[in-house]
């Protein structure tokens, strides 16, 4: 039986020495920095320059040129006018947007501004101007 404990024991220390020798190598100031390092960062605006663009940032005290009609139909109005979703008449369909032509340009450029049926406010383009929406609108038509 002391044959037994005496091995028991010694497994015992064997494991307790282990433990204590990967405590010590998970000390060295290589391991704790490894640890407790940051998992992400915080962007402050000075580190954004050159990736975002903001009107505070301008030199000059013009507007911004307005974006095109192409420009604004492909940023915003081509996910439902290039599909047909929700009703919407694809450009360059004559026969879908016949209708809407009959209601005339000055009708078309309000409900586009001020949202129609499933189509919401400014076709969903929050940041685009009232030119912009109508230089979209002008780009549709032209298509037809």
Avoid at 57 to 64: C, K, L, Q, R, V
Avoid at 97 to 112: M, Y
């Amino acid at each position: 039986m002391s044959l037994l404990r005496n091995l028991l024991l010694a497994g015992v220390a064997a494991a307790s020495l282990s433990g204590m020798a990967y405590a010590a190598n998970n000390m060295s100031p290589e391991a704790i920095a490894e640890r407790t390092k940051p998992i992400g960062s915080v962007y402050r605006a000075a580190d954004l320059e050159g990736f975002v663009e903001t009107a505070a940032a301008s030199d000059s005290d013009e507007p911004a040129a307005a974006r095109s009609g192409e420009e604004v139909y492909t940023a915003a109005c081509s996910a439902c006018h290039g599909s047909g979703a929700a009703g919407a008449p694809i450009k360059g369909n004559a026969e879908q947007w016949a209708s809407h032509v009959e209601k005339g340009r000055d009708t078309l450029i309000k409900h586009a501004i001020e949202g129609f049926n499933a189509m919401p406010p400014r076709g969903a383009c929050g940041n685009c101007s009232d030119e912009e929406i109508t230089n979209a609108v002008d780009y549709m038509l032209d298509a037809v």
